[in-house]
C-alpha cells in the first residue's frame, strides 16, 4: 500500500525536492531522492541556502537563485555543493538550485518560481 504522497507521484515525470530550513536539511530528502530515482523520476534538488550564493560564482538564472554545478567555486560552507559532490560520487548528477535567504520582493519570488517551473518541464 502506497502513502497518499507517493500516490499523486506516481504520475509525475519531474519532482522537486526542496529544504527550506537554509541549512543541510535538503539532506533528509536523500533517501526520497534515492526512491523517486528508482521509479525514473527526474529529481530537481534546491535549498533555501544560509552560504552566500553569490559568492560561488554559479549561474544565475533568476535573480537570487542560483545552479550550484561541480564547477560552482568552493567555498568553505557550502552544503549544496557538498551533497552534490557526494551524490555525482554515486553516479547521480541531479540538478541542484539554491535561492538566497531572507523577504524577497514579490517579482523575484515570481521569477523564482517560474523559472522553477520551467527547469521541471523541460526535464
Not at 17 to 37: N, T, W
Not at 74 to 98: C, N, S, V
Amino acid at each position: 500500500m502506497l502513502l497518499p504522497f507517493f500516490k499523486e507521484l506516481s504520475t509525475s515525470h519531474s519532482i522537486l525536492l526542496a529544504g527550506a530550513g537554509g541549512g543541510f536539511d535538503i539532506v533528509s530528502g536523500i533517501p526520497i531522492y534515492f526512491y523517486l530515482r528508482t521509479l525514473g523520476k527526474n529529481v530537481v534538488l534546491a535549498n533555501l541556502s544560509f552560504t552566500e550564493l553569490s559568492e560561488t560564482e554559479s549561474a544565475e538564472p533568476c535573480p537570487g537563485m542560483y545552479h550550484i554545478t561541480a564547477d560552482s567555486k568552493t567555498i568553505p560552507y557550502f552544503p549544496e555543493k557538498h551533497m552534490l559532490q557526494w551524490l555525482q560520487a554515486r553516479g547521480e548528477y541531479p540538478d541542484m538550485f539554491g535561492n538566497k535567504t531572507g523577504v524577497a520582493t514579490i517579482i523575484e519570488d515570481a521569477c523564482s518560481i517560474s523559472i522553477m517551473g520551467t527547469l521541471i518541464s523541460k526535464s
